[in-house]
């Protein structure tokens, strides 16, 4: 199947600073990917949908200052969480979606834990 | 407002015995319907979906409108199933919304 790929994996800054998560669809060309928030045992809170060549759509609750979503390419985009406190700790999760492909599956990225001291 | 319910967060039973994860949803228009899996330490990935009514790792799942319920099933567990599965519930596949998990486990 296809692979989503994300980077960093895992990363620790401080507080006050700005982190930037990729997203990289490796094998397909995405128009469309998704962000998502895990909290430790909680469900999926889907943040906003990155949209190629164009402003994405958060969700409401979503600060869009706050999470700064650039989908530059078909194969990448980024999040940037901006001015990191330790409340923005979490698990982040791209997904992305083969519409070539056909079959409508969500591939999903493995996932970058990011820790605010 | 579409919306995915998951009543148990722990399941636990037996090697061999039958399992039921349950999923209730709520959605005004046609759902479509999704369980996910996500194995220790492994990324989230599609079990199956209610428009393909296949069979995947023994699992099936049906939709019942009437119940607005997408219950995964498998009739024998095995221990490498245990791992925690989400129901999700989005137009087209995509803009899912997901339940809280249940996270499953087989014992020997």
């Known amino acids: 199947g296809a692979v989503v790929s994300q980077h960093p994996s895992r990363v620790i800054c401080k507080s006050g600073t700005s982190v930037k998560i990729e997203c990289r669809s490796l094998?397909?060309?995405?128009?469309?990917m998704f962000w998502y928030r895990q909290f430790p045992k909680q469900s999926l809170m889907l943040m906003a949908t990155s949209n190629e060549g164009s402003k994405a759509t958060y969700e409401q609750g979503v600060e869009k200052d706050k999470f700064l979503i650039n989908h530059a390419s078909l194969t990448l985009s980024t999040l940037t969480v901006t001015s990191a406190h330790p409340e923005d700790s979490s698990f982040y999760i791209c997904?992305?979606?083969?519409?070539?492909?056909?079959?409508?599956?969500?591939?999903f990225g493995e996932g970058s834990r990011l820790t605010v001291l | 407002a579409q919306r995915v319910t998951q009543p148990e967060k722990l399941l636990s039973v037996f090697k061999g015995a039958p399992v039921e994860l349950k999923c209730n949803y709520s959605?005004?228009?046609?759902?479509?319907l999704f369980w996910y899996v996500q194995y220790s330490r492994q990324r989230l990935q599609l079990l199956l979906r209610?428009?393909s009514r296949e069979s995947i790792k023994g699992f099936t799942a049906d939709l019942n409108k009437g119940e607005t319920s997408f219950h995964l099933k498998k009739p024998f567990a095995q221990e490498e199933d245990s791992a925690m599965y989400y129901c999700?519930?989005?137009?087209?596949?995509?803009?899912?919304?997901f339940g809280e998990g249940t996270q499953l486990t087989v014992n020997p």
């Open positions: 999700a519930l989005g137009p087209s596949g995509s803009r899912l919304t």
């Open positions: 997904s992305a979606r083969d519409f070539l492909a056909g079959t409508g599956e969500l591939f």
């Open positions: 209610h428009i």
């Open positions: 094998d397909f060309q995405a128009t469309t």
């Open positions: 959605y005004s228009g046609s759902p479509e």
